[in-house]
């Protein structure tokens, strides 16, 4: 089976949203931080189709969930750091 690695500017391209790295930049200030008992597919800037996507990537580990993960992971930390390839 072959696997696929997927990049946080392929996630936002997948999302719909801009996928530069000034694009994503922007998105996770916007929206940094989340709660810590809001789950990434649970934010309330996300759209349906949007929030869909996100669980099923994570919640089926999916090709996406990796990065997905790391999604979660920079919306969630205290501090902001983005660290996105």
Known sequence: MEQHTH?????FAQLGQASDEA???????????????VRLHE????SAS???FLREAIGDDADWAEIAEALNSELHAPGLT????
Do not use: C
């Open 23 to 37: 694009g994503i930049a922007r998105f996770i200030a916007a929206n940094h931080p989340l709660a810590g008992d």
């Open 7 to 11: 990049s946080m500017s392929n996630l």
């Open 43 to 46: 934010a309330a800037f996300w």
């Open 82 to 85: 983005i660290r996105h390839a």
């Open 50 to 52: 949007q929030a869909l």
